[in-house]
């Protein structure tokens, strides 16, 4: 699942793929937004950690759950 992630006063977003789910996600946001400044953490797909202070966050945008295929999808 692809996640991005808008920074304040950063021009360009992280975009992140992970393997949670989107309601992992959300749930991770949700924990790290009700501790008194915390941070949200998130591991991509490589193993790599991105850790943003939430007072930092500007938006958080989680994609779809389910793969799409890669290459052209008609039929013969």
Known sequence: MEIKIGVRSVHRELIVETDLTADQVEEEIRNALSVDRGVFAITDVKG??????????????????????????GTL
Do not use: C, Q, Y
């Not at 790599?48 to 999808?73: C, H, K, N, Q, Y």
């Open 48 to 73: 790599r950690r991105v850790i943003v202070p939430v007072t930092a966050l500007g938006f958080l945008e989680i994609g779809e759950d389910e793969s799409r295929p890669v290459g052209f999808g």
